[in-house]
Nanobody
Framework: QVQLVESGGGLVQAGGSLRLSCAASGRTASSLTMGWFRQAPGKEREFVAGISRDGHTTVYTESVKGRFTISRDNAQNTVYLEMNSLKPEDTAVYFC??????????????????WGRGTQVTVSS
């Protein structure tokens, strides 16, 4: 079993930055493909970014390209999401997710095996 705990959310003004962290336990992080999702009120949970097991490959949804950066430190069993130039439409609960069976970065919520409880990000205009 894998446990994921997110941290780093908060309230920030538009144009500001936040860095989210996801600490994994219960399994070596390098055996997991990791992703970040977000869910705004009244909306479906959507894929934001994903990173391969070795950290060499990353994938982003179009709306965050050039603003968000996903990275990982397998020695620390931690995945990060650096968010810059934040917009009010980035407001959501952000979830960390892990997939244990494939090295391919997946974009579908149903294909991830483990989830954190989420951290709130609020961007004011």
């Amino acid at each position: 079993q894998v446990q994921l705990v997110e941290s780093g959310g908060g309230l920030v003004q538009a144009g500001g930055s936040l860095r989210l962290s996801c600490a994994a336990s219960g399994r070596t992080a390098s055996s997991l493909t990791m992703g970040w999702f977000r869910q705004a009120p009244g909306k479906e949970r959507e894929f934001v970014a994903g990173i391969s097991r070795d950290g060499h490959t990353t994938v982003y949804t179009e709306s965050v390209k050039g603003r968000f950066t996903i990275s990982r430190d397998n020695a620390q069993n931690t995945v990060y999401l650096e968010m810059n130039s934040l917009k009010p439409e980035d407001t959501a609960v952000y979830f960390c997710a892990a997939e244990q069976y494939t090295s391919v970065i997946l974009r579908t919520r149903a294909e991830y095996d483990f989830w954190g409880r989420g951290t709130q990000v609020t961007v004011s205009s």
